[in-house]
């Protein structure tokens, strides 16, 4: 990896340090390979550590990089594809929708919750005193958890769900989902935004706090109003957004180094 003068151009020294740095990853190193520590990579392209930490943070945006806990920074492995949106509407945990059923529990729904649970219509139905299930998943990618899903389902969506049957763990979060299933959907809409990890998300998904990630919220309509919300988080550095002629949404994860 060569150095590089970045006093005279045009362009902030970040962005032409990140071309330069992306250009290096192509010919000098190989997929899993971790780079030199900042102290070192900044003297050699003579420039402040912030300006190359803005750099390093836009590659690993791009999904050239990946910052794991104890290694460092590692070139990120290529690009596969898997579909998350379609044109086919279908309840969260469907026709082996690709995630795994981790938990499930019930309480009152917080404030951003609630305002997304009353939206649509029939949302004046619903109140701020009406419990919710939380289910929690995770979507696994070639043995790696590249995304977590928290879904909110109002107690009054599944009210044939019994606590006798199903009282805990990944049989609770899969009984809500059966029951879940047992409505008639009428539509859902998803939002997609970008966001930064939970420490509750990091440590599932293996980021550090703060890491960049893709918050994509989807709500589930019947004809009586919002039924249920999903929002997952994924690994801003294994997705890729793509529009397909439907203007559905799709992401693109990449291949996890282990």
Known sequence: MGTTQLESVPEPKYWHLKTVLSEALDQDFAVGEILPNERELAARFGVARATLRQALEQLELEGRLQRRRGVGTTVAPPRVGVVVGSAQQDWPGDNADGWEAVDATESL?????????????????????????????????????VAAELLYVPAASVPGLSAIDAPAGPPR??????????????????????????????????????????????????????????????????????????????????????
Do not use: N
């Open 109 to 145: 729904p917080t404030a951003a919750v609630l305002k997304l649970l009353a939206t649509g219509t029939g949302a004046a139905a619903f109140a701020a005193d009406q419990p919710v299930h939380i289910v929690r998943r995770t979507r696994v990618t070639q043995g790696q958890v």
């Open 173 to 258: 979060a899969r009984a809500v989902l059966r029951e879940l299933q047992r409505l008639t959907l009428d539509g859902q809409d998803r939002s997609v935004e970008l966001g930064s990890a939970r420490a509750d998300d990091a440590k599932e998904l293996d980021r550090l706090p703060g890491a960049p990630v893709l918050l994509v919220t989807t709500r589930y309509f019947t004809l009586s109003g919002t039924a249920a919300v999903s929002v997952a988080t994924y690994r801003a550095d294994t997705c890729r957004l793509t529009f397909g002629d439907s203007g559905d949404v799709e992401i693109t994860e990449t291949r996890v180094a282990s």
